[in-house]
């Protein structure tokens, strides 16, 4: 079975500053998709970014960006110049491309912004 | 459509009684997912619909949890016998078959308290 871990509960990071959270994987499948959601207090989960296996260029959302390295089975995520609005919970998941249709989602890691 | 939705929002019950939550999918979504989450973990998968068939369901889902999804619309979720160790938030998700990447809809989760 596939599995995610996040091994920092909490980050803080200074208000215009850069964080990078991290998450790796295990997996025996070589297609396969990768996403990082963010769920505020008491708000609904949504998503960040996402990157596909099969490309090898990072994904990158504005001043949110991926480093996603195959081989090592890891999926890092850089928060660029952080803002109050990124204080949540962030979860990593992971989704195969064939068979299981649902997320494998990490403990998650609590990020703090501070001001 | 004002994305994915979930009733009630807070649900307070005694042990052993039953509970039912219902969950309105983004119209043009042909699957939905239900997952449940627990303080300071990342959502744990229950159920998988693909229209009206359950097509997965995880270990997690005991005898004691049922849900439907009649028509293919909206779906629920039933608790019987409720025990305090379904204390958590139940997640419902729904995504398009064809846009993989466009990830999940979250709802913001029916939170369940058993006393």
């Known amino acids: 079975a596939q599995t995610v871990t996040q091994s920092q509960p909490e980050m803080s990071v200074q208000e215009a500053e850069t964080v990078t959270l991290s998450c790796t994987y295990d997996?025996?499948?070589?297609?396969?998709?990768l996403f990082w959601y963010k769920q505020p207090p008491s708000r609904q989960m949504i998503l960040v970014i996402r990157?596909?296996?099969?490309?090898?260029q990072n994904a990158t959302e504005n001043r949110f960006s991926v480093n996603f390295q195959k081989a090592a089975k890891s999926f890092s995520l850089k928060i660029s110049d952080s803002q109050l609005g990124d204080a949540a919970m962030y979860f990593c998941?992971?989704?195969?491309?064939?068979?299981?249709?649902?997320?494998?989602f990490g403990t998650g890691t609590r990020l703090t912004v501070i001001p | 459509d004002t994305g994915v939705s979930q009733d009630p929002r807070h649900k307070i019950t005694k042990r052993g009684q039953n509970v039912t939550f219902r969950c309105d999918p983004i119209?043009?979504?042909?699957?939905l997912y239900w997952y449940r989450q627990t303080l300071g973990q990342g959502p744990e998968f229950l159920t998988y619909?693909?229209?009206?068939?359950?097509?997965?369901k995880s270990r997690l889902l005991s005898d004691r949890f049922s849900a439907e999804r009649p028509k293919g619309s909206f779906s629920t979720l039933e608790i019987q016998r409720t025990e305090q160790g379904d204390s958590a938030m139940y997640l419902c998700?729904?995504?398009?078959?064809?846009?993989?990447?466009?990830?999940?809809?979250f709802g913001s989760g029916t939170r369940l308290t058993v006393v």
């Open positions: 998700a729904s995504s398009s078959r064809d846009r993989v990447l466009s990830g999940y809809t």
């Open positions: 997996t025996s499948e070589s297609d396969y998709y």
């Open positions: 990157q596909e296996a099969y490309k090898q």
């Open positions: 998941a992971y989704r195969s491309e064939t068979g299981a249709n649902n997320l494998f």
């Open positions: 119209s043009e979504h042909n699957r």
């Open positions: 619909f693909q229209n009206e068939a359950q097509l997965e």
